[in-house]
């Protein structure tokens, strides 16, 4: 029995490291890999490369050179089994290949199949494992798994300040607080998630370009909080590729630039209210097949971000220097809790250096709201 589990471990991590092989570009898809072992050995394997190309079930099973009666498939989750998509369902393909014991990461959190796929697969036979490196699964698929549940982007806010809580001298200065391998980091963050939020505050401060600079890799869709289109025309972010959507006012509807930002092929988003609804642009992207979102802002998107309920995880760069003053600006700026038992907390905290800045990571505990 033991042996079984130590072989099921063994073989997950290879079907897991099989997943990462996409680089999170199958969205709004997981990332999912397999293989398939027979007397102990892999005889085929396969990945979900990209959203519409063939799941990773399927791939193990159509790349098989033998028979694969009396396999078994270790593949990272559960086998889809609806067919209103671009593929077959996997559960199909399973049960026609002649394999007779399936060992699962986790079970898909999609309501199309949650629990169907297994329940399938257990009817005609096949035994099912579940619940192998679960974990490790999860944290892979965190940005798919918040948005088939709730239909919003998983949502990382990203900080880079000083041992002192800074983000900037009172000059407004902030290039560069971190060290060059950390922003290499961001940049490759930038390259795995769907988009990027940001503020006409700092877009005005810096010209940011937010792409990601890594060899082969994707931009992020740019989301700019442009209220009242602050932010001249020439500027980066005003100019795709890669893409952007403006949030702007509705009152700025009828402003001569919308005209030329929508011929430039940006789409314009429109609120009403005094201050736009955070809550409600995650659920404005979410419709758009948004699946995850880092946001790169200042003080104050930094704080309305955290007290507006979205941020699931929060990633730190803190640099070994110390501006100081009152003057200079803090990393989370807005409301304040007046006491400690009411402060933000940071669970699941992970702490490593990036070229002499400490890089912390976790995830929000819970949000009291005021």
């Keep these: 029995m033991q042996s079984n589990i130590l072989d099921d471990k063994f073989f997950m991590k290879k079907a897991l490291l099989l997943a990462k092989k996409a680089n999170w570009r199958t969205s709004p898809n997981p990332m999912v890999g397999a293989v398939i072992v027979k007397n102990g050995k892999i005889i085929s394997e396969g990945y979900h490369k990209k959203a519409g ?29 609806h067919k209103d998509k671009k593929t077959p369902p996997c559960t199909d393909a399973i049960i026609n290949s002649g394999i007779n014991r399936v060992v699962i990461g986790m079970r898909d959190p999609n309501p199309k199949v949650s629990g169907k796929g297994v329940e399938i697969l257990n ?66 963050i930038r390259s795995r998630v769907d988009a990027l939020l940001s503020a006409y505050g700092t877009v005005l401060k810096d010209n940011p370009m937010f792409t990601s600079r890594i060899k082969g890799g994707k931009n992020p869709l740019r989301v700019i909080i442009d209220p009242e289109l602050k932010i001249p025309l020439n500027y980066h972010v005003y ?64 704080s309305y971000a955290l007290w507006s309920g979205i941020v699931d995880k929060l990633m730190i760069f803190i640099a070994p ?47 009291k709201k005021f």
Aim: aromatic share 8%; charged share 25%.
């Design 239 to 302: 100019n795709p590729p890669p893409n952007t959507i403006a949030v702007v006012h509705e009152k700025k509807l009828n402003d001569k630039n919308i005209k030329h930002l929508i011929h430039r092929g940006i789409e314009i988003v429109s609120f009403s209210s005094e201050k736009v609804d955070l809550q409600w642009l995650m659920e404005e992207l979410g419709k758009r097949q948004i699946t995850s979102l880092m946001i790169e802002g200042g003080s104050s998107l930094n």
């Design 321 to 367: 220097k110390i501006i100081g003053g009152a003057q200079s600006y803090p990393s989370i700026g807005g409301n304040i809790y007046k006491n400690l038992d009411e402060a933000f907390e940071i669970k699941d905290l992970k702490i490593r250096m990036f070229g002499g800045d400490i890089f912390i990571e976790g995830y929000l505990k819970g949000l």
């Design 123 to 188: 009817n005609h036979g096949i035994k099912v494992i579940e619940g192998v490196l679960e974990e490790e699964v999860k944290k892979l698929n965190e940005f798919y798994i918040k948005y088939i549940t709730t239909s919003r982007p998983f949502v990382i806010l990203k900080i880079a300040m000083t041992l002192d809580g800074k983000i900037a001298t009172p000059l407004g200065e902030s290039k560069w607080i971190t060290s060059e391998k950390s922003r290499k980091f961001v940049h490759l």
């Design 53 to 81: 190309l063939p799941h990773a079930e399927a791939e193990a099973i159509r790349n098989a050179n033998e028979s694969l009666k009396g396999a078994t498939l270790y593949v990272t989750l559960e086998p889809c089994c």
